[in-house]
């Protein structure tokens, strides 16, 4: 049984560039919550998709997008990538139904320069 | 907007000894409260969980000891060992909302 799996495990970009990170959730999930993990820091939450639609959106800006799948997958993408935007982001899922505690993939480690 | 205050930052116990994490939380909330432990290079791994209306929960050397009135929860890691060595983050769910607000973490090291 997989657990949730991101890719790529790691990315650089430079300052400007946009970028796209992917999830795949844990086998009987259908809700995926993305988070942003700044070094010596406890995760913060971007957003939430439920059924395809952004059900909830932290504090982040509109740099910050997503996309939910018909099979669940997920896809985080951010433009004009800025040098803070360097962190580990993680993926998050669990079923939506089941009130269950979210699992959290390895992340991506987005370097930029 | 859930805040949590997680403490210690760090903490240091030999082999064999009892580690103990403690949280606060501010707003009401009915869902899971989970303990993750998070190893470097990795993403947090979930440790366990307790939901509100219980007031302890025990799986093998771990314990979540639940307050509801006081909005605290803690985790207890009985008979520490060296691969207990990571970093512990307690998270809260909030009141009719959909994520998870993080403690800061605590840097947890077992002395062999």
């Known amino acids: 049984d997989a657990g949730v799996t991101q890719s790529p495990t790691h990315l650089i970009k430079t300052r400007g560039q946009q970028v796209t990170l992917r999830c795949s959730p844990k086998s009987g999930h259908d809700t995926v919550s993305w988070y942003q993990q700044a070094l010596g820091q406890g995760p913060q939450f971007i957003f939430q998709y439920y059924e395809e639609e952004e059900r909830q959106r932290g504090n982040f800006p509109d740099r910050f997008s997503g996309h939910q799948f018909p099979n669940y997958s997920s896809e985080l993408n951010v433009n004009a990538l800025l040098l803070g935007d360097s962190a580990l982001y993680l993926c998050?899922?669990?079923?939506?139904?089941?009130?269950?505690?979210?699992?959290f993939g390895d992340g991506t480690r987005l370097s930029i320069l | 907007q859930q805040q949590v205050k997680q403490s210690p930052q760090s903490l240091i116990v030999q082999k064999g000894g009892i580690s103990i994490i403690n949280c606060a939380y501010e707003n009401t909330a009915f869902d899971y409260f989970p303990w993750y432990q998070q190893f470097p290079g990795k993403g947090p791994a979930l440790l366990i969980a307790i939901r509100p209306d219980v007031s302890e929960k025990k799986e093998g050397r771990f314990t979540i000891s639940f307050n509801k009135s006081a909005k605290q929860f803690s985790l207890h890691i009985m008979d520490s060992q060296p691969g207990d060595s990571a970093t512990y983050f307690c998270?809260?769910?909030?009141?009719?909302?959909?994520?998870?607000?993080f403690g800061a973490g605590t840097t947890v090291t077992v002395r062999a």
């Open positions: 998270a809260a769910p909030g009141y009719n909302d959909y994520k998870l607000s």
């Open positions: 998050a899922s669990h079923s939506g139904d089941s009130n269950q505690p979210q699992h």
